[in-house]
C-alpha cells in the first residue's frame, strides 16, 4: 500500500477559480499606476537607504502607500488620545472653534499599540 501524498490528485481549485481570485489584485494593481501617494524619488531613497533596492515603480509606489495608511492611523489614534483627553479639562472653546495640537503626551500611546516605545530624553540639546 503506497500513497502519493497527494501528488496525483488533481488540484481543488479550478481555473476559472483562480482568474476570479486574481481579479482584485490586478485591478488594484492597475489603479496604483494611477495613484501616487508620495513622491517616488522620496519612497525610493529611504527604500535605498534601508537596504531594499527594486526598479519596479510599483513596489516602491505600494510601500508608499502602506507608510502613508501607517502614518495615517498613528494620526487618527493620536487624535481621539487628544479629544478624550481635552474632554476631561474644561475648555473656554467648545465646537468647531476647537483646535487640536498634536503633542508626543498624545502621539505616545498612539504608537505604542504599534508596538513603538517613545521616551523623552532627560534633557534638550
Known amino acids: 500500500m503506497t500513497e502519493d501524498f497527494g501528488r496525483n490528485t488533481p488540484p481543488c481549485t479550478t481555473n476559472e477559480e483562480t482568474k476570479t481570485a486574481g481579479q482584485p489584485l ?3 494593481l492597475l489603479q496604483l499606476e494611477d495613484y501616487t501617494p508620495t513622491a517616488n524619488a522620496i519612497s525610493e531613497h529611504y527604500l535605498h537607504t534601508a537596504g531594499f533596492n527594486t ?3 510599483r513596489i516602491v509606489r505600494l510601500v508608499s502607500l502602506a507608510a502613508q495608511k501607517f502614518i ?3 494620526a487618527n489614534d493620536a487624535l481621539q488620545h487628544c479629544k478624550t483627553r481635552g474632554a476631561n479639562q474644561n475648555t473656554k472653546t467648545k465646537g ?3 483646535r487640536y495640537t498634536l503633542t508626543m503626551e498624545d ?3 498612539a504608537v505604542a499599540e504599534y508596538g513603538i516605545i517613545v521616551k523623552k530624553p532627560h534633557y534638550f540639546v
Open 107 to 109: 502621539l505616545t500611546p
Open 26 to 28: 490586478s485591478d488594484f
Open 55 to 57: 526598479t519596479d515603480p
Open 72 to 74: 495615517s492611523e498613528v
Open 96 to 98: 468647531k472653534d476647537r
